[in-house]
C-alpha cells in the first residue's frame, strides 16, 4: 500500500508564529492534496499540487500557503498562525485512489 | 459548488443489526463517489467508489449504490460487527482525471455495541 508520511503527528504554536507542515510520499504520484478536519465539515481541501514546483488553491486556501520543492515533498505553511487554524491536517497523494497520512493535529494557542 | 450530505452525526447500533448510512449529493457534472472510513487516530481509507449509475458496488462486506435520479448513494451493511465502528465520509469528485479533489460531507459516526 501507497505511503503518506506526515510530520510533526502533534504541534502546538503560538498566536502569529510560522508552522510548516510536512509531507512526505515515495509512491511517485503527481497529484498531492492538503486537507483540514473539523467536526460538522469533514475534510475541507486547502491546497494540491500536480507535481514538483506546482501548487493550486483549494476549496479554503485564506491563511495557508504550500510548496512542491520536489516530487516527495509537499509541505503545508502557515505564516501567521491564528487559533481557528486549530485543526488536524492531513496529506494526501494520488495513484490509482488516494492516500491519506495519518495527519497533524495543530493547536494554535 | 458541489455539496455532500450526510443527515446523521451518529449512528449507534448493536452487533448484528444491518447498517445504513445516508449519502446524498448535489453537482452539476458527471462525479465519482466514494465512501472513506477512518478508524480512531488512524488515516482516512478508501471503503467504496462509484460512478455507474444503478450498479452496486461492494467492499468488505459493505455495498452502495449510486443512484443519480435521487443523487444519493447510501451505505449499507447487512450485520454490523463490532470493528465497523469508526467514523465514515461520503465524497465526491468531479470528472475522471484528478480523483484527489474531494468533497466531504460532514461525517457519520457509527458506533457498534455488543
Known amino acids: 500500500e501507497a505511503a503518506v508520511t506526515q510530520s510533526p503527528r502533534n504541534k502546538v504554536a503560538v498566536t502569529g508564529g510560522k508552522v510548516t507542515l510536512s509531507c512526505n510520499q515515495t509512491?511517485?504520484?503527481?497529484?498531492m492534496y492538503w486537507y483540514r478536519q473539523d467536526t460538522g465539515h469533514g475534510l475541507r481541501l486547502i491546497h494540491y499540487s500536480y507535481g514538483a514546483g506546482s501548487t493550486e488553491k483549494g476549496d479554503i486556501p485564506d491563511g495557508y500557503k504550500a510548496s512542491r520543492p520536489s516530487q516527495e515533498n509537499f509541505s503545508l505553511i502557515l505564516e501567521l498562525a491564528t487559533p481557528s487554524q486549530t485543526s488536524v491536517y492531513f496529506c494526501?497523494?494520488?495513484?490509482?485512489?488516494?492516500?491519506f497520512g495519518k495527519g497533524t493535529r495543530l493547536t494554535v494557542v | 459548488g458541489d455539496s455532500v450530505t450526510q443527515t446523521e452525526g451518529l449512528v449507534t447500533l448493536t452487533e448484528g443489526l444491518p447498517v445504513m448510512l445516508n449519502c446524498t449529493y448535489q453537482t452539476a457534472y458527471s462525479t465519482f463517489l466514494f465512501w472513506y472510513v477512518q478508524h480512531l487516530n488512524e488515516a482516512p481509507k478508501l471503503l467504496l467508489k462509484?460512478?455507474?449509475?444503478?450498479k452496486r458496488t461492494e467492499h468488505q462486506g459493505f455495498h452502495a449504490t449510486l443512484h443519480k435520479s435521487s443523487s444519493s448513494f447510501h451505505l449499507q451493511k447487512s450485520s454490523a460487527q463490532l470493528s465497523d465502528s469508526a467514523l465514515y465520509y461520503c465524497a465526491l469528485s468531479e470528472g475522471t482525471q484528478v480523483v484527489g479533489q474531494l468533497t466531504f460531507g460532514s461525517g457519520t459516526r457509527l458506533q457498534v455495541y455488543a
Open positions: 494526501a497523494s494520488e495513484g490509482t485512489e488516494v492516500f
Open positions: 509512491n511517485n504520484h503527481n497529484n
Open positions: 462509484s460512478s455507474t449509475d444503478n
